[in-house]
């Protein structure tokens, strides 16, 4: 059973401070547990997604090692859970996730300066925060945000290589965008997910909130909320879009797509999903009520600045 952060015992005190400072206080139940929110950034160019396995290596590998040295606590106390399974390639900017220590901490700063220093450059938390018991990173998600990238030139900018996918066929961003509109609702997305990895039964059923299209120069970014995606929903929504804007489709064949609730339908118009470098993770809402603060915990840590100690010049 979760305790709230303001069912203290009195702290300890310990001569000796961790990588991630001293916890400020234990609990005797081994069942009480305070919980912690973590939004993480990645470039997910060198691992093989999220989801938790040693090799080839993952986000939340890197994330859960840290961790266990910060917090010294083993992997399966941690309980670590993130809000999405980004596949292998795919970056994230607001990548959710949480984890529960059987202490408290007084101030976040430290456990979170030690996190960033642990971990490879390509793996940043943004924020640790306090979280209620009934928080879950996953289960109390109100929307996800994706991003995808395209670069629509000649020739691809070498610097956005690894994070848009290049299209040298000129795309109409109209026509793109009338189409994107109809994936707008309450559907049945079984013909744009591929076949699940077998981990879990996922409800084809989803609610698109909105799909902008929007041009940006020679960069056109295509940003959808939704309810939740499937296995590769978002970047087989995109390929789609990319046929239409190319002109060897019209809009309406979203709609008719849909409808059938087949993937192989789908592949008669597009066949592979667009590559994974140009899609990010880049927000991931809750209920509001999920998101307050315990009583009587810290503060959130964004992260702190290095002060510079001012000297007095001397003069000559």
């Known amino acids: 059973m979760l305790t709230l952060h ?69 992997r399966k106390d941690l309980l670590l859970v993130g809000a999405s399974r980004t596949d292998t390639g795919v970056h994230a900017w607001g990548q959710v996730a949480h984890f529960v220590t059987p202490f408290n901490y007084h101030c976040l700063d430290s456990i979170h300066a030690a996190l960033n220093g642990i971990l490879p450059p390509d793996i940043r938390v943004r924020e640790v925060s306090p979280a209620l018991p009934e928080f879950h990173a996953r289960f109390s998600v109100r929307s996800k945000v994706y991003q995808y990238k ?35 609702g309450t559907h049945d997305f079984t013909a744009f997910a591929n076949v699940s990895r077998g981990d879990r039964v996922v409800n084809p059923v989803k609610t698109i909130f909105r799909f902008d299209v929007v041009e940006m120069g020679a960069l056109l ?15 087989n929504m995109v390929g789609l879009l990319m046929e239409i804007g190319k002109e060897a489709i019209p809009p309406e064949i979203v709609p008719e797509i849909l409808a059938t609730r087949n993937r192989r339908e789908l592949a008669k118009w597009y066949a592979m999903a667009t590559p994974p470098q140009g899609l990010c993770l880049v927000d991931v809402n809750y209920k509001e009520e999920h998101l307050r603060l315990p009583s009587g915990c810290p503060k959130i840590s964004f992260g702190r600045y290095h002060s510079v100690r001012k000297c007095k010049i001397p003069v000559f």
């Not at 310990?14 to 991630?20: F, K, M, P, Y």
Request: one cysteine or more; a positive charge.
């Open 6 to 74: 303001s069912a203290l015992l009195p702290s300890l005190t310990s001569s000796n401070i961790s990588l991630a400072e001293e916890p400020n206080h234990m609990l005797n139940s081994a069942f009480d547990r305070f919980k912690w929110r973590l939004v993480i950034a990645y470039d997910g160019t060198r691992y093989a997604g999220w989801q938790y396995q040693q090799s080839p290596p993952t986000v939340q590998c890197f994330v859960e090692k840290a961790l266990v040295r910060a917090t010294k606590l083993d």
């Open 150 to 184: 395209i670069y629509n030139d000649a020739f691809m900018d070498p610097f956005l290589r690894c994070y848009a996918y290049h299209s040298g066929y000129k795309l109409n961003a109209g026509v793109m965008r009338e189409a994107a509109k109809y994936f707008v």
């Open 221 to 235: 970014q295509l940003e959808v909320e939704g309810t939740g995606f499937m296995y590769r929903q978002v970047r």
